[in-house]
């Protein structure tokens, strides 16, 4: 008889966590005849990921279409390498032709690797803000946010601790039964703009080329219009 597993509180900490989707992912599954092929271009994608984002103590885990990042602690170098990671994460997928949508969340979680097993309210938080977007991007929600400017008040600096060249404030557009719902999510975000990691000059036109690209080969409007809004905020930012 298989064991369960115990609760072990050294599992349960606050963490910076990140919840990111791979979008369209039903149907690339079910365009594909070999059953490798999901798996090949996640670790393409994880090849192009540059090696010094692969020394972060970055942990990672995979079900179906949703991919969760966490750190063993609460600390601002944690955020850091968390924020570089799933950035890159997200470019080098974008490269691919591979669209990702992400949150990063503050908070409680429990993890424990070694039985799989993963639950919070900052895991909660960022699944929330990662399936409600309406693009194609990855934003820090406001647990994140808040956190950040508590680091801020306690090194007692007015400065934007955040990357403020690749981060953006934006109104970032939510899936429309999302803002109709009882639970109100604030869609006033710090944004990521996305390309840093593509590398060389005029990198955001390449993602916008790539936006394009994507984008006329939607054949649902809905889809369409995620990229289109990515595009718009890379554009005007």
């Given at each position: 008889m298989r064991p369960q597993p115990m609760a072990?509180?050294?599992?349960?900490?606050?963490?910076?966590?990140?919840?990111?989707?791979?979008?369209?992912?039903?149907?690339?599954?079910?365009?594909?005849?070999?059953?490798?092929?999901?798996?090949?271009?996640?670790?393409?994608?994880?090849?192009?990921?540059?090696?010094?984002?692969?020394n972060f103590n970055v942990n990672c885990t995979w079900f179906s279409d949703t991919f969760i990042f966490y750190t063993d602690d609460n600390s601002y170098q944690s955020y850091g390498y968390l924020k570089v990671y799933s950035t890159d994460f997200i470019d080098c997928a974008l490269r691919k032709h591979i669209p990702m949508c992400g949150a990063m969340a503050f908070g409680d979680l429990y993890a424990d690797r070694d039985h799989n097993i993963f639950f919070g309210k900052a895991l909660i938080e960022a699944y929330e803000y990662t399936v409600c977007q309406d693009w194609i991007g990855f934003v820090l929600c406001p647990s994140a946010?808040?956190?950040?400017?508590?680091?801020?008040?306690?090194?007692?600096?007015?400065?934007?601790?955040?990357?403020?060249?690749?981060?953006k404030y934006w109104e970032v557009p939510l899936k429309k039964k999302i803002e109709q719902s009882e639970r109100q999510l604030s869609n006033h975000l710090l944004a990521y703009r996305l390309g840093r990691a593509l590398g060389g000059h005029n990198t955001r036109e390449g993602c916008i080329s790539i936006l394009e690209s994507l984008r006329n080969e939607a054949v649902v409007e809905v889809v369409r219009k995620k990229y289109q809004n990515t595009i718009d905020f890379l554009q005007k930012t």
């Open positions: 072990d509180p050294d599992c349960f900490a606050q963490r910076w966590v990140v919840c990111i989707d791979w979008l369209g992912f039903s149907n690339f599954i079910l365009s594909q005849k070999k059953w490798i092929k999901p798996f090949i271009e996640y670790s393409t994608i994880l090849d192009c990921i540059p090696q010094r984002d692969k946010i808040k956190r950040i400017e508590e680091i801020k008040r306690e090194k007692g600096t007015e400065a934007e601790i955040y990357d403020r060249l690749n981060f």
